[in-house]
């Protein structure tokens, strides 16, 4: 059996953390490899056929390690997503040295915070004030804290990636028609807002149709919106890569936003190219995200260990 199909096996991502498992997705198959100790890898073969292996010599791992961008696909309220997150930019800092973040929960007009922050020059009590993260996202701040502080004690930058939450807002209830030119200030060109894909608007209109942030629901309008988020957070990323091309980009972000590339990943490369590296890893994604499809939902499963 060919490595690449298999879970990759990290134990340099768990020195002070429970056991993980990735998983390598194709369409059809699913196989499996657990970090463990001796014992538990006895006790494992009984259940799977894959090895169990070591993480570093591992051809996925390398290739996760290479990529350009590493997504990182989060539900919003799993704990053990945030703590998972901060074992991958760990792991993927310890190898490649530059590395940058870029993340969701922050909205582009506040950049300047996040770099004041990182600067040394405000507190993180004014960070979390400055950005209005308690108003903009309202998950847990402790979720994300360790990886800010992360990327302040080794001076990694941080990237604001989301559009303005009054913009996507009018998006989902006027539509996208209704902005003015001043509301494109933080987004990119309309010509690059790209709301033809009929497979992911049927994905985000069956899957996430019911969200009730945005009031009254118009399906068109809720598409452009979701499209509206993706397509910023994907100029923003691009820019940063252009500017950037030896830093390897990990992104933080909903796995709605990440799932078969129709979000954020096939857009970037719109951008970028399709030389691009990109590995798409969804964190203990639920069972019902996992339908068999033509397409593989993502690059790499990751399953933290109850």
């Known amino acids: 059996m060919v490595f690449e199909n298999a879970f990759i096996c990290l134990k340099t991502w768990l020195r002070s953390q429970g056991w993980v498992r990735l998983v390598s997705l194709s369409s059809t198959l ?25 993480a570093r010599d591992y051809p996925i ?13 989060e539900q919003h309220d799993n704990a053990a997503d945030h703590a998972a997150q901060l074992d991958i930019i760990q792991a993927l800092y310890q190898e490649n040295g530059t590395v940058a973040f870029a993340l969701e929960m922050f909205q582009r007009p506040f950049q300047t915070v996040i770099d004041r922050y990182l600067a040394g020059e405000i507190s993180e009590a004014a960070l979390i ?13 402790e979720y994300y804290a360790p990886i800010l502080r992360f990327a302040k004690q080794y001076q990694i930058p941080v990237i604001a990636l989301n559009a303005p939450s009054e913009v996507t807002h009018q998006v989902a209830s006027e539509g996208l028609e209704s902005l003015s030119s001043e509301a494109f200030r933080y987004l990119p060109d309309r010509a690059d807002i790209d709301t033809s894909n009929a497979a992911y608007r049927e994905f985000v209109i069956a899957t996430l ?40 980009m990990i992104v933080i972000a909903g796995q709605g936003h990440l799932v078969y590339g129709y979000g954020i990943p096939n857009r ?25 499809s033509d397409n593989p939902i993502a690059d790499l499963l990751w399953y933290s260990k109850s």
Do not use: K
């Open 268 to 292: 970037v490369a719109r951008r970028l190219g399709d030389d691009l590296q990109q590995q798409v890893v969804l964190l203990n994604p639920p069972q019902e995200t996992l339908e068999v």
């Open 61 to 73: 791992f390398l290739r996760l390690a290479a990529a350009d961008v590493v997504y990182l696909g």
């Open 129 to 141: 004030e400055g950005s209005e993260y308690e108003r903009r996202w309202r998950f847990p701040w």
């Open 209 to 248: 149709g019911s969200h009730g942030s945005h009031g009254l629901f118009n399906a068109d309008n809720f598409f452009a919106a979701q499209v509206i988020w993706d397509e910023t957070m994907a100029h923003a990323i691009a820019e940063f890569r252009r500017a950037n091309s030896n830093t390897q």
């Open 30 to 54: 699913l196989l499996a490899c657990t970090i463990a100790t001796a014992a538990y890898a006895d006790d494992l073969s009984a259940a799977v056929e894959t090895p169990v292996i070591q």
